[in-house]
């Protein structure tokens, strides 16, 4: 069975409580139970993973390399804009990564608009609020579909 690893950065143990204009009202519980049920419904095995530390992401993402993760949707928060470390950290592996985003980043502040992940991601998919997610899962396993055909 693949395994997926799905990645919730700095801040985003906060949905549900922040802003929910941009976050809407569902919280990382929500959003982790929605990712069970659909990755149950593709087969796929999922852990998840949220912190607000960012060695302590570099450390999960190195981890990836020895624990069978094929593929992995991140929403780094913050991160994404400025972190090299993730950057380096995901680029190390040879395994698909997509990024996802609650809010329409582009639609956002100015420094939203560019992710240093871009670089190491298969594709991003933003604006789209729970929904994201789900499809950044959807992406993941399709990526892996392609890599077996």
């Not at 190491?120 to 499809?135: E, K, P, Q, R």
Request: negative net charge; proline residues 1%.
């Amino acid at each position: 069975m693949r395994k997926i690893l799905v990645l919730h950065g700095v801040n985003l143990d906060m949905f549900g409580k922040r802003d929910p204009r941009h976050y809407g009202h569902a919280t990382l519980a929500d959003i982790d139970a929605a990712l069970r049920g659909l990755a149950e419904e593709l087969g796929v095995a999922l852990e998840t993973f949220q912190t607000n530390h960012e060695g302590v992401m570099v450390e999960r993402i190195h981890a990836a390399l020895e624990d069978g993760t094929d593929a992995i949707v991140i929403n780094a928060g913050a991160w994404t804009h400025y972190s090299y470390a993730i950057m380096d950290a995901l680029g190390i592996l040879s395994i698909p990564v997509v990024e996802v985003h609650m809010s329409n980043v582009h639609a956002r502040e100015a420094f939203r608009h560019h992710s240093v992940l871009s670089a190491v991601s298969a594709g991003s998919i933003a604006g789209f609020g729970v929904d994201s997610y789900l499809l950044g899962l959807r992406a993941a396993c399709s990526l892996l579909d392609r890599q077996d055909a």
